[in-house]
């Protein structure tokens, strides 16, 4: 299926590995000139040659910290007008609500939550005008589902949620959709954290936390992060254009609900 993305351009944030880097790379498969952006350059760039020798697309990447201001600044001045925006930012530590204090609430809201507002303040009036615009968050499944240790990501992701589902209702008329996909466990540096600190609290080896989190799974097992990919690929398609204001749960079936 040709997704009609050719000659686009997307911002694509935390995308130097993991599920960002999965998602700029299908969208290089669709002929989309993607800018990249993460704090470590040395990955960062290694990221951009691997797109543009699999792709043959523009590749530009950003080394900076997309939380902050000046952050967002730069991945705006590298692509000021995109056509796609994928929001992504690295998630908050896991942990027990007693330990966490005003900065670290404040430090996850400004990842999770802030950024992905102040980047659609940024770019959603000029897709406006360009009568052409997909914005895709990628949020967790734990939105759904909260998971206990990860309550700094429940509470900031819901409150993007929460956001997006009142504007993309406004957007869409012209042509620009706003939607979250929600990840449970990927094959990535993120669940490998997670599979760690279960380890730690459990006195289980990693091996042995992972087997059961894949057995617990209906897939049983871990998603790969190029699925994940290709389904931001697809909402981010001129085919998608009737969907908005939607979280899409891309879990293996983790999610027991009927809604």
Not at 33 to 58: C, K, M, N, W, Y
Not at 186 to 205: M, P, Q, V, W
């Amino acid at each position: 299926m040709d997704l009609g993305l050719a000659g686009k351009k997307a911002l694509v944030c935390a995308a130097s590995k993991g599920l960002g880097k999965a998602c700029a790379l299908s969208l290089a498969k669709e002929g989309v000139d993607v800018t990249i952006v993460a704090r470590t350059a040395a990955t960062l760039e290694q990221t951009a040659a691997e797109i543009r020798v699999a792709t043959g697309v523009s590749v530009t990447a950003v080394a900076t910290d997309i939380t902050t201001d000046e952050g967002r600044a730069a991945a705006l001045a590298a692509c000021p007008q995109p056509d796609i925006l994928v929001n992504n930012a690295g998630g908050p530590p896991p942990g027990d609500f007693r330990d966490w204090d005003r900065d670290d609430w404040i430090k996850a809201i400004d990842a999770n939550m802030l950024t992905g507002i102040f980047l659609i303040k940024s770019t959603v009036d000029g897709m406006i005008d360009r009568k052409f615009g997909r914005i895709v968050n990628i949020t967790s499944s734990a939105v759904k589902a909260p998971i206990d240790i990860l309550g700094l990501s429940n509470g900031a992701r819901a409150g993007l949620t929460g956001f997006v589902a009142g504007i993309a209702r406004k957007t869409i008329r012209h042509n620009v959709t706003i939607n979250n996909i929600l990840p449970g466990p990927f094959e990535t540096d993120r669940l490998r954290a997670t599979l760690e600190a279960g380890a730690k609290a459990s006195g289980k080896t990693v091996e042995e936390v992972a087997a059961q989190r894949r057995d617990q799974n209906p897939a049983a097992r871990f998603g790969q992060p190029s699925e994940f990919g290709d389904l931001c690929a697809f909402v981010c398609s001129a085919q998608a254009g009737y969907m908005t204001g939607q979280n899409f749960l891309i879990d293996g079936g983790a999610y027991p609900g009927t809604f």
